[in-house]
């Protein structure tokens, strides 16, 4: 069984995302692409404690919207900014420290 190098519990029972989401800093803002069209960018979020992949595959399925990683950032076709917050609230994310701009 692999364990956690960081809080030394078995990997199912690993709380390190769980703090890790509880503890993030997360801003929400609205981007301008050309031709107008708008994305919605979640920065903040630390790759090293979260699986950044992993959340920005859940928010598109949420959204039923394209979007990418990039440089630690994830990026969202459209303006999805209050359904992000909604979204993170409900993953565990703590509503005071996410920023909606
Ligand atoms: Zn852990």
Redesign the pocket.
């Known amino acids: 069984m692999e364990i ?6 078995p ?1 199912d029972l ?4 769980e703090i890790a989401r509880e503890t993030q800093k997360i801003t929400i803002s609205l981007a301008k692409r050309k031709f107008g069209k708008s994305m919605t960018v979640v920065e903040g979020i630390s790759e090293k404690s979260i699986n950044i992949t992993d959340l920005a595959k859940k928010l598109k399925g949420e959204l039923a919207c394209g979007g990418t990683v990039k440089d630690g950032r994830i990026e969202l076709q459209g303006d999805h900014r209050q359904r992000v917050k909604e979204f993170l609230i409900k993953h565990g994310y703590s509503e005071d420290l996410i920023e909606v701009k």
Do not use: A, D, R
């Open positions: 956690c190098s960081v809080c030394g519990l990997e690993c709380i390190c995302e």
